[in-house]
């Protein structure tokens, strides 16, 4: 089983900088990826930015130069550094990770998520 604990939500005004943490643990044998989520109310969830084991990132379009994703491999920790903040950068951010999960006696691949943590951007 993989557990993952966000942290850093809150409020903030537009224009404004908030630093999103995830750390991940349990029974993870290898780490893939691990990227962050947003879904804002009557809208599906939507990719925010993921970094690969090796460092490769991706980020959606409308995050792209105000948000970074970055991960300390030794803590198993993801962040998401987000600047410039909009309104409707309002939602919920999940954490999600994607690797192998050891079993003990196997390892399986999968993934997990995180339970979010709400970001407001508002004045």
């Known amino acids: 089983q993989v557990q993952l604990v966000e942290s850093g939500g809150g409020l903030v005004q537009p224009g404004g900088s908030l630093r999103l943490s995830c750390v991940v643990s349990g029974s993870i044998f290898s780490i893939n990826a691990m990227g962050w989520y947003r879904q804002a109310p009557g809208k599906q969830r939507e990719l925010v930015a993921r970094i690969t084991s090796g460092g490769s990132t991706n980020y959606a379009d409308s995050m792209k130069g105000r948000f970074t994703i970055s991960r300390d491999n030794a803590k198993n920790t993801v962040y998401l550094q987000m600047n410039s903040l909009k309104p409707e950068d309002t939602a919920v951010y999940y954490c999600?990770?994607?690797?192998?999960?050891?079993?003990?006696?196997?390892?399986?691949?999968?993934?997990?998520w995180g339970q979010g943590t709400q970001v407001t951007v508002s004045s």
């Open positions: 999600r990770f994607d690797g192998v999960i050891d079993r003990g006696t196997y390892r399986l691949p999968g993934s997990s």
